[in-house]
């Protein structure tokens, strides 16, 4: 891969291939490598020091694979250490290379999806307590009352494959109508999770018809591509040979390429990734 300067894409498990997805499909010609912490997720409840020091090795292998620029496609590691990686490891890094997250480029368009100006956010609970939507969505749209929901049940719900089934439905109901019962002028819903995406037609059964359920993975594809076409020196640097390489943290790669094609909506082969290495 000496030659090759992919786009690098984290996430801490399988959620940020919604993303990747998206992003492949909006700039096709670009080289890619995505990597799955998933020996080590969820991250939903874990501290900001712990978030941070496990995103930031993942941010650093990436690197060495050529990757100038990192993509954080995963709401709680934007949330716990996107601050910190933007304003000191990089500086110690290289100030060249740029890593960009997921709820700023959301935040930035969100309110204007809605006409009563109330939305509610769902995400883990690593997500909501950062309160990092409300403060960004604050900064851009200052008239959008936002409310907030922690669904910590989804992502297991997801990953052990139970959210098609019967049984999922009593936990979805239960925290789209804890979000609802926040405000009754709530008109659009913001998957800030990007495992969510997988339940999005669940969840628009137990909604009004007057909701709206907004997913992240084109807001985020197109604000990249945006995000390049005003930084010519990083896009020109980038390769462009229309590859995808996956890679996970844990050494049962058939496991994670099961699992990854039902967000990816492809087939996945996937390698070991030794983080400790790097």
Not at 20 to 47: H, W
Not at 85 to 97: G, S, T, V, Y
Not at 157 to 186: C, H, M, R, W
Request: glycine letters at 6%; hydrophobic letters at 35%.
């Amino acid at each position: 891969m000496a030659d090759n300067k992919p786009i690098g894409i984290f996430d801490s498990g399988y959620g940020g291939l919604t993303v990747f997805r998206s992003i492949f499909k909006e700039l096709p010609d670009y080289d890619y490598v995505y990597i799955g912490d998933t020996a080590r997720a969820p991250y939903g409840n874990r501290s900001f020091q712990t978030i941070h020091q496990y995103t930031w090795e993942c941010v650093q292998w990436l690197f060495k694979q050529g990757c100038p620029l990192v993509i954080l496609a995963c709401n709680t590691a934007s949330a716990k250490a996107l601050r910190n990686i933007q304003q000191i490891d990089l500086k110690n890094e290289d100030p060249a290379k740029r890593v960009l997250g997921v709820i700023r480029p959301t935040a930035q368009v969100i309110g204007n999806y809605t006409q009563t100006q109330e939305i509610g956010v769902l995400g883990t609970k690593g997500t909501v307590q950062s309160e990092s939507y409300k403060i960004e969505i604050g900064n851009f749209f200052p008239g959008v009352k936002v409310f907030q929901q922690a669904c910590p049940l989804w992502v297991p719900l997801i990953e052990n494959g139970e959210y098609d089934k019967p049984g999922a439905n009593y936990f979805v109901k239960q925290y789209l109508d804890q979000v609802l019962a926040q405000s009754t002028n709530i008109d659009t819903l913001l998957l800030a999770c990007t495992h969510y995406p997988l339940i999005q037609q669940k969840i628009m059964e137990y909604l009004p018809k007057n909701i709206q359920v907004v997913s992240q993975g084109d807001i985020v594809a197109k604000s990249l591509a945006d995000y390049l076409q005003r930084h010519p020196e990083m896009e020109t640097s980038i390769s462009r040979n229309k590859t995808q390489q996956f890679f996970t943290t844990t050494d049962d790669t058939a496991d994670f390429d099961h699992y990854a094609e039902l967000f990816f909506s492809a087939a996945v082969k996937s390698s070991y990734a030794d983080i400790n290495n790097c």
